[in-house]
């Protein structure tokens, strides 16, 4: 549980970074070149410069905590506080010039994530959420309002995101998932995008997100959402515990939906 005032603390640390990460990304998405990482990934000097901001006013304002980021690494402590950073989640959209980008920023104590962000910069809204503190949404300037998943949807009426076909059996290199199975069975899949989707989730605007392909950074902020909007998360393998050394992630308005995605993207076991 995370204490009330160190919540409300919190929220006001976004409230007073978060502009000024804005001011980077948005200031900077038609004007940047596009390099490629290893993995083959899109970066810019967008992201680069937009996590060094984080961090230095994570590490003005608690010196001690670890940060671990997705463009400059670092380390996540298992006891104490850590900082799960990924400043520009979604580099693909962020390149075409697309709004649907967002920031991910989560802490995490004792290797459990306790507080997260969802923050769309282009469409000016803010999903974070703290454990028993709930999920809230704040448009703009505006007061935040608390928000909820949807209503328990079985999966074929269920309206289901989607980000990529990464590790999956409709991926150029094949992976353990078959997606090819969840696109007839859901009543509707929509590919959203990286973290919109999971803000999407935690509103009731969707009834389930789907990522094949995630990193700690990208996993912890959407945790502790989703869970707090009083929806299930766990990894396409069906694991509810230790996800952030998980590699997917499913988030759902309900253990039943969850499990339901899973039975189908599971691959067949061959037959003796």
Request: glycine share 12%; charged share 20%.
């Amino acid at each position: 549980m995370l204490p009330r005032s160190e919540f409300t603390e919190l929220a006001h640390f976004l409230a007073t970074t978060l502009p000024a990460v804005d001011a980077i990304t948005l200031g900077r998405q038609r004007q940047v070149a596009i390099g490629t990482k290893q993995d083959g990934s899109e970066v810019t000097a967008a992201d680069r410069a937009a996590e060094r901001l984080l961090r230095r006013r994570i590490a003005a304002r608690w010196p001690r905590d670890a940060i671990l980021g997705e463009e400059f690494g670092g380390g996540m402590t298992m006891r104490g506080r850590s900082w799960l950073i990924d400043p520009i989640d979604g580099t693909a959209s962020y390149v075409l010039g697309l709004g649907t980008f967002g920031t991910l920023l989560a802490l995490v104590v004792d290797g459990e994530p306790v507080f997260g962000c969802i923050h769309l910069p282009a469409m000016q809204e803010t999903t974070f959420a703290g454990r028993g503190c709930g999920c809230w949404l704040r448009r703009g300037p505006g007061r935040a309002r608390r928000v909820r998943v949807a209503p328990p949807r079985r999966l074929g009426a269920a309206n289901v995101g989607l980000t990529s076909f990464k590790a999956s059996d409709l991926s150029r290199r094949k992976g353990p998932w078959r997606l090819s199975a969840l696109l007839p069975a859901a009543g509707r899949i929509r590919q959203v995008g990286d973290c919109v989707q999971y803000a999407l989730v935690c509103r009731g605007e969707l009834d389930a997100a789907v990522d094949p392909k995630m990193n700690p950074w990208d996993i912890a902020p959407l945790v502790v959402c989703v869970q707090e909007a009083g929806g299930a998360v766990g990894d396409l393998a069906g694991r509810t515990t230790g996800l952030l050394q998980a590699s997917s992630l499913v988030a759902a308005s309900s253990a039943q939906l969850r499990r339901a995605i899973c039975a189908t993207v599971a691959a067949p076991r061959l037959s003796r």
